[in-house]
C-alpha cells in the first residue's frame, strides 16, 4: 500500500492522484512517465532541451508581464525557477520519455510543473500549491505544446550548432591529414562492389574530406531556418488565446535570453481581439 505520508495529492481531469514529495514535477508528468515507456531515454538526456524549454518559458512569461496578464511576483518566480534551469539545475526533473504520444503535450508539461513548483518554493509556497501559481494558468499562458515545443527543439540545435560545426570542421581537418598521410599507397578502387582501377588510399580520403566539408556549409544555412519560430501561434497558428501584441515581444525576449537572433513565422497573422 503506498505511504501517502510521502507523497502529495494533485489532481487533473482524469482524477486524482500520489505524487512523490521530493520530486519537482507533478500529476501529467507522472501518468507521462507511466504511459509512455517507450525508448527509456529521458528528456534530460540532452541538456539543450530543458535548457530551451527554460528559455520559452521565460520568455513567455516576461512578454504576459509585460502586457499585465501576469503580475510581477508570479512573473519573477517563473523567470528566477527558469534561470535555474537553464544554468542547469533541475534536468534530473525532466524524466519525460523522448518519444511519446500527444505531440509533446506531456514535454511541455513536463516543463510546466517543474517551473511551477520551483517558483511556488521560490514564492515561500510548497510544491503542489497550485492555487498560489498553477503550471497551466500561469506557466503556460498564452503557449500550446504546439508553438513552445518546435520552438524550444529548434532553440536547442541552434544551441548545439557551433558545437556541431566544431566537431564537422574537426573530423574535416583530420581527413586532410591522412589524405597527406596516404597519399602514395596504392589501393584497388572499387565499383558495383567489384575492383576497378587503381587509386590511392590518399585520394580515397580527400573525398571523404570535400564531401564533409560541403555538410559544414549545409548545416551553416540550416541554422537559419532553425532560428525561425512559430511561438505566439498557439494551438493552431491563428495566435488565439494570446494577446496580438504577445508574439513579437515573446521573440524579442527569447532572442535577448537565448543569445539566439530568433525570428517569428509569420505564416499566419495574428487575430486582432486578443481572443479569437
Avoid: W
Amino acid at each position: 500500500m503506498t505511504d501517502l505520508t510521502q507523497y502529495r495529492i494533485e489532481h487533473d481531469l482524469l482524477g486524482e492522484a500520489p505524487v512523490p514529495e521530493n520530486v519537482y514535477f507533478g500529476i501529467q508528468t507522472q501518468r507521462a512517465v507511466e504511459n509512455f515507456q517507450i525508448s527509456g531515454v529521458q528528456l534530460n538526456h540532452y541538456p539543450n532541451l530543458p535548457r530551451a524549454l527554460a528559455m520559452v518559458k521565460k520568455a513567455c512569461a516576461l512578454a504576459n508581464r509585460d502586457l499585465g496578464m501576469l503580475d510581477e511576483q508570479k512573473a519573477e518566480a517563473i523567470a528566477d525557477a527558469c534561470d535555474e534551469i537553464i544554468a542547469g539545475r533541475l534536468h534530473d526533473q525532466f524524466v519525460v520519455d523522448m518519444i511519446q504520444g500527444g505531440a509533446g503535450t506531456s514535454t511541455n508539461m513536463n516543463a510546466n510543473e517543474v517551473i511551477c513548483n520551483r517558483a511556488l518554493e521560490l514564492m515561500g509556497h510548497r510544491r503542489g500549491e497550485y492555487q498560489y501559481l498553477h503550471p497551466n494558468t500561469h506557466v503556460n499562458m498564452a503557449q500550446s505544446t504546439n508553438d513552445v515545443y518546435p520552438t524550444a527543439m529548434r532553440l536547442a540545435m541552434v544551441l548545439k550548432h557551433k558545437t556541431l560545426l566544431v566537431a564537422i570542421k574537426t573530423l574535416k581537418n583530420a581527413l586532410d591529414v591522412k589524405a597527406n598521410e596516404f597519399k602514395d599507397i596504392l589501393k584497388m578502387g572499387r565499383t558495383q562492389l567489384q575492383d576497378a582501377v587503381p587509386m590511392t588510399l590518399g585520394q580515397e580520403f580527400r573525398a571523404f574530406s570535400t564531401t564533409i566539408g560541403e555538410d559544414v556549409q549545409r548545416i551553416s544555412e540550416m541554422a537559419a531556418l532553425l532560428r525561425e519560430v512559430n511561438l505566439g501561434g498557439t494551438a493552431i497558428g491563428t495566435g488565439i488565446t494570446a494577446d496580438s501584441r504577445y508574439a513579437p515581444l515573446a521573440i524579442k525576449y527569447l532572442t535577448e535570453i537565448s543569445g539566439q537572433e530568433m525570428i517569428r513565422n509569420c505564416s499566419a497573422p495574428p487575430h486582432k481581439s486578443g481572443i479569437f
